[in-house]
């Protein structure tokens, strides 16, 4: 009884790291509806795929050839592409298969990219011709309407300045791109308040939760006074390749102006 007990334990435990194995590669495409006001009428339905915290996985072939057919204007890397030990080979095909839309690209850094051989990785960015925003801005005009795309550095490797990124913050509709979220709390809060939306990442909304217990809260859409910031639970993973109660996602967002709400604003495919 007590060796059968005992192999029930390690079949479980067993099953158990099975299930979060599968989570960790079960890709989620998150689609949704991001609505403003303030967004220019030029950019009404601007349709953005974000990307956040790849690591070391390869993207998943089925779930690319799904996004293929979708309208997708511009896409958004928020850090972390990739980790010590990772092949160039793979960040290379991964970028490949973000340029199948032929649409503008833009990066920022993550922790784990500047971890190790960063300098390979900015010359690969390049040479793959992605936008690398290191506090630093793109601006995006339409019918005389623009939209300003603001990228900050990686906090923990190189200091994040907001008032480098966007000196002046005059466009007319601002996008903040962060991987490390927490960095907010510490910005000018008379240029966050001219900033309309934030991308952020790295938190891999916990990775690993039970219940409501976890390092970090769980991603989504929130208001952070009078910016709407969305944080992505990433790709990837680190450390282990397992997940609990978070999910390994990639973001299809529209931003539209229209005030009321669709059915079906967020949904999962």
């Not at 998943?60 to 996004?67: A, Q, S």
């Not at 092949?87 to 922790?111: C, D, E, H, M």
């Not at 992605?130 to 795309?149: P, W």
Request: net charge negative; glycine share 8%; proline share 3%.
């Amino acid at each position: 009884m007590y060796l059968m007990a005992i192999g029930l334990t390690a079949l479980c435990l067993m099953g158990f790291a099975f299930y979060m194995f599968y989570i960790a590669h079960h890709d989620v495409i998150d689609v949704r509806t991001i609505r403003d006001p303030l967004l220019p009428e030029a950019f009404n339905g601007l349709t953005i795929f974000f990307i956040s915290d790849i690591h070391r996985r390869s993207l998943n072939i089925k779930t690319m050839n799904k996004l293929s057919s979708m309208q997708v204007d511009l896409v958004i890397i928020g850090g972390d592409l990739r980790e010590k030990g990772v092949p160039f080979s793979r960040t290379k095909a991964n970028l490949q298969l973000l340029k199948q839309w032929q649409a503008p690209i833009y990066f920022v850094w993550g922790n784990n990219d500047y971890e190790s051989d960063y300098l390979v990785l900015q010359d690969l960015l390049e040479k793959e011709s992605i936008h690398i925003l290191a506090n630093s801005n793109d601006i995006i005009e339409r019918q005389n309407e623009t939209i300003q795309f603001v990228g900050l550095d990686c906090s923990e490797y190189r200091e994040a300045r907001l008032d480098l990124a966007a000196p002046n913050m005059m466009e007319d509709y601002s996008i903040l791109i962060t991987h490390n979220p927490t960095i907010l709390d510490t910005l000018d809060s008379t240029r966050m308040s001219k900033v309309n939306l934030v991308l952020g990442g790295h938190t891999h909304g916990g990775q690993i939760r039970f219940g409501p217990l976890g390092y970090y809260t769980n991603g989504g859409l929130k208001h952070v006074g009078t910016s709407t910031v969305f944080i992505s639970e990433g790709y990837g993973y680190t450390l282990l390749p397992f997940r609990l109660g978070t999910k390994a996602e990639c973001h299809l967002l529209t931003l539209t102006n229209q005030a009321q709400p669709r059915l079906n604003d967020v949904q999962q495919i």
